[in-house]
């Protein structure tokens, strides 16, 4: 076994790896397909020099990896994020290739990031560091090969930056080298609120196997972007209570429930949730402790940990965010009988609807959004059933369980491939 590797030092890469260690024991994997899986396939560094507004040039570091190319191109979003780390991004290629495999897509797992705060950008640098960002990661994207998408801290403006710069070296237009881009230029519709309304979709399913009804259950959204922000809206619109949001800055409680219309034109002018009247601040820590039915951590990595699960009031947390629970929070929320819909499955919807606007690219052929959102409802809710079948026929958890299916589908991919040369 690989003992020490470049990407060790960080803590997201670390768990990545207990996950499918403890996975792989479960399910007697061979060691030479486990040490494959071990390590990404490819991973590449650059360097982004970027002419600054005030004619200074500053020099980012940026990272794609691409962890398993063995069940078709990869796929994977974009991070733009000041604590981005190659160990970061591998981890989370890792678990976009059990995200694939887990949802039946034919895709392997990758991931991109840029060690940029993006808030202290001009959308001029932002366009600038994007297009040589993608110039300098020009050899491992395409349409057949690996397909960004949008992440923290990016969204449609970048993918369309990313489409047209790579679309510029070909001479044509190529929409299918990203997804999540506007709509004008080949999105799909639905793209933009795919991984809101597949957390729906989870969650509602869990509340169903649980006994438990969605309107009246209090929820707390840690992160209002794309995926907090919609999941809020969506959940709010079915009679949910949201009681707490959140953003970078910080968040806002009121026991009674927040009105989520209200508050998104609020941010529209004010740029953040602090301050919305009729709420209290409390800060992104204690926000993830008040009293709650439903918890949905949908910002970064490492918030619910061994010192803080015991303080989460939530009977059910579903995971948004890639990797918000570390090993030791999780092992305490489980054995304090806390139902946990994984990432890998509770935040799917996005990955879905990607493979569904690159379907639709490759055909030129676009399908309505009731298509988009009644597919996407059909394949979450199967891929969850699946993974609670499992989990009561194993005795484990909703996490362990969809890794098993999600990894032993990529192994299987391994198996059968076998080893070139
Ligand atoms: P986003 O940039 O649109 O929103 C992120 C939100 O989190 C913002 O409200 C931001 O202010 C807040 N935030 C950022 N850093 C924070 C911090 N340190 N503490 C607290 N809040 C912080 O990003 P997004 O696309 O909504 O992604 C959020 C999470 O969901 C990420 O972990 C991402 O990997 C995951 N995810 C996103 C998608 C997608 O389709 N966008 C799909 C699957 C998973």
């Known amino acids: 076994m690989t003992e020490k590797s470049e990407f060790d030092d960080s803590p997201m890469f670390r768990t990545a790896l207990a996950q499918l260690d403890r996975v792989a024991a479960k399910l007697n994997l061979e060691a030479d397909v486990h040490e494959r899986l071990r390590l990404p396939r490819r991973a590449l560094v650059v360097s982004i020099p970027v002419r600054m507004d005030d004619g200074n040039t500053q020099v980012f570091l940026g990272y ?8 078709g191109p990869t796929k994977g979003g974009l991070r733009y994020d000041k604590d981005v780390s190659l160990g970061e991004v591998t981890a989370l290629a890792m678990l976009m290739s059990w995200k694939c495999a887990l949802m039946g897509l034919p895709y392997g797992g990758a991931k991109g990031g840029v060690r940029v705060n993006p808030r202290q950008l001009s959308k001029r640098e932002l366009e600038h560091l994007t297009r040589r960002y993608t110039a300098e990661i020009i050899l491992l994207i395409g349409p ?43 999105g799909s519709a639905g793209r933009r609120e795919a991984t809101g309304r597949g957390i729906v979709y989870a969650l509602y399913q869990a509340l169903r196997h649980l006994g438990l009804e969605l309107k009246g259950r209090k929820v707390v959204v840690q992160g209002f972007g794309n995926v907090g922000s919609v999941a809020a809206r969506l959940l709010w619109r079915e009679g949910a209570v949201i009681t707490g949001v959140s953003d970078v800055k910080g968040g806002i409680w009121n026991a009674n429930g927040l009105d989520v219309r209200q508050l998104e034109a ?12 009729g ?20 910002a970064v990595g490492g918030q619910i940990r061994g010192d803080n699960a015991e303080r989460v009031k939530a009977t059910v947390v ?35 609807v990607s493979y569904f606007e690159w379907v639709q690219g490759l ?15 059909e394949v979450m809710t199967r891929a969850f059933n699946r993974v609670w079948a499992l989990g009561q026929k194993e005795g484990t958890d909703l996490r362990t369980a969809a890794l098993m299916e999600g990894i032993s589908r990529v192994a299987e991919g391994y198996r059968v491939r076998g080893l070139y040369p």
């Open 266 to 277: 609020y941010i529209a002018e004010s740029g953040g949730v602090s301050g919305f009247p």
């Open 64 to 71: 794609r990896v691409h962890h398993s190319t063995v069940l």
């Open 318 to 352: 579903v995971e948004g965010a890639n990797g918000p629970t570390t090993p030791e929070g999780d092992s305490v929320l489980r054995d304090r009988g806390v139902t946990v819909i994984p990432d890998i499955l509770a935040n799917a919807g996005g990955v879905i």
């Open 144 to 186: 057949d090969l690996d397909i960004p998408a949008p992440d923290l801290g990016t969204d449609e403006q970048t993918m369309a930056w990313m489409m047209d710069t790579y679309s510029m070296t070909q001479g044509k237009s190529v929409p299918g080298v990203v997804t999540g881009k506007p709509i004008i230029v080949g």
């Open 363 to 377: 055909q030129y052929y676009f399908w309505r959004e009731s298509e988009i959102t009644s597919r996407l409802q």
């Open 279 to 298: 709420t209290v601040a409390v800060s992104n820590t204690d926000l993830l402790e008040q009293p709650c039915d439903v918890l949905i951590p949908a």
